[in-house]
């Protein structure tokens, strides 16, 4: 593998055709590992000399921000300088120069701002729903499994077995457990495919690392912020809401208030990011658990606009439905209020329609002379230019991925070409796992309290 990427790398510097194997914009461990593994397997058996290349979706700078891809990388000596992300390789330049063919995994679905890539792509290699009137006019081949990793081992396996070596075998056995979460039966993302090619990976390398050993670590990594600024711990796990121009940033955070409210100079960090990404409000969700192994949640909510701060905290102070169970807890500035959430149950998928009313109560009490809902002082280009940026990843009230979907029909074999597949795999977040963890917690808790017959 490392020889393969040296050689994509050598490949950029020359005036040449490629083929490009990308993966989605998320770039979490399932999509990486699925473009580096594709890439590497069509690059070994392609008979012609076409230069297939794997392209990272995210700045070089945004890696830090996904500590389970790290972790993988460094534990099987994948040096980070060879790979190619998003901002280093052209790819508009390289379409309109008619010297890009686009091999699309872990999605099939090009952002706005890629839009014109779109006839550019000649595969998709996916395993989510497809969302047919956007999909590109190409080969798409979907199955519903856990992991995409899983669809490009069972191509290796099934075209190439001989290609696969003890680090590539690794990479694709590491992301297969940590998204099918260990392939927990109760948690039941994991299907037969997923769990029948993570045994073929260990009948063929005895020497993997034990499940339980490789997904610990990797869970550990995902939730590490050690290293990392105040901006990029804001922006490992962010939601965003917006309503009629007021932008909401929702992060979750894994560590204690007190200690993140005690990072240096974290007003101003906190000023900056909403100023440069143009939020008009801050909530930061920690999350951890303590000595005794129960769930702790807090909240922060920075805000410097004093009758917005005051509603949005009033309305989250008395919700009922449900409640918060909100105790104030010291804060180092006056246009922060902190909290201890009592209700540790709520998360950040039940928390945001509570965000949502607490908006609209602000919009039914505050108005302008004019009868219009007063608005905060950003110019109209300067969120043009965020919501630019964003992409499609912005959508008016909760983020698109904060939804819930149903669960799915059993999966069904070589769905291709533009299957009307309306239902898909839940969702697995950092927040949906720890909230799992913590539903076991209190579950457990309950049990040990009960007395014993």
Do not use: W
Request: net charge negative; charged share 25%; aromatic share 6%.
């Amino acid at each position: 593998m490392e020889d393969y990427l040296q050689g994509c790398r050598a490949a950029l510097q020359e005036s040449q055709p490629l083929h490009v194997v990308l993966g989605n914009e998320a770039c979490d461990l399932d999509s990486m590992v699925s473009a580096l593994a594709l890439a590497f397997f069509l690059a070994k058996t392609t008979e012609a000399e076409d230069v297939f290349v794997p392209v990272l979706n995210i700045k070089r700078s945004e890696l830090p921000l996904r500590g389970d891809n790290v972790f993988l990388l460094q534990k099987f000596h994948i040096p980070e300088s060879l790979l190619i992300f998003r901002d280093e390789i052209d790819l508009h330049a390289l379409h309109q120069a008619g010297q890009l063919t686009l091999i699309l995994v872990d999605h099939h679905v090009l952002p706005r701002s890629d839009a014109d890539l779109e006839e550019a792509v000649a595969e998709v290699l996916d395993h989510r729903p497809i969302e047919q009137k956007r999909c590109p006019p190409c080969h798409v081949s979907v199955e519903l499994v856990g992991s995409c990793t899983t669809l490009v081992t069972e191509r290796i396996l099934q075209g190439a077995p001989e290609i696969l070596d003890r680090q590539t075998a690794a990479l694709l056995h590491g992301t297969i457990i940590l998204d099918c979460v260990n392939m927990d039966l109760q948690i039941g993302k994991a299907t037969l495919k997923d769990k029948t090619y993570v045994e073929k990976l260990e009948a063929l390398f005895p020497d993997l690392p034990e499940r339980n050993d490789i997904f610990d670590s990797l869970q550990k990594a995902k939730f590490d912020v050690s290293g990392l600024t105040t901006e990029q711990m804001l922006r490992k796990d962010q939601k965003t809401i917006f309503k009629q121009g007021i932008r909401v940033a929702v992060s979750a955070i894994y560590m204690d208030l007190e200690a993140f409210l005690q990072r240096p100079s974290l007003i101003a960090d906190l000023r900056a990011f909403c100023q440069t990404h143009i939020y008009d409000v801050l909530v930061a969700m920690t999350i951890f658990f303590n000595t005794h192994n129960e769930p702790v949640r807090q909240l922060a909510i920075y805000c410097p606009h004093a009758a917005l701060r005051m509603t949005i905290c009033d309305f989250l102070e008395h919700s009922h439905s449900p409640s918060l169970k909100l105790t104030l807890t010291p804060s180092p500035d006056p246009n922060l209020q902190a909290y201890i959430q009592g209700n540790t149950q709520v998360s950040r998928k039940k928390f945001l329609p509570l965000l949502q009313e607490a908006l609209a109560s602000y919009f039914d009490s505050t108005t302008s002379p004019s009868g219009q809902p007063e608005t905060m002082d950003v110019s109209r280009e300067q969120v043009d230019k965020e919501l630019d940026r964003a992409g499609t990843s912005l959508i008016p009230g909760l983020s698109q991925d904060e939804e819930e979907p149903p669960l799915p029909p059993t999966p069904m074999n070589s769905l291709v070409d533009e299957c009307p597949l309306d239902q898909g795999l839940p969702k697995l977040s950092a927040e949906a796992i720890f909230e799992k963890c913590s539903q076991i917690s209190l579950s457990q808790s309950s049990t040990a309290s009960l007395p014993k017959k």
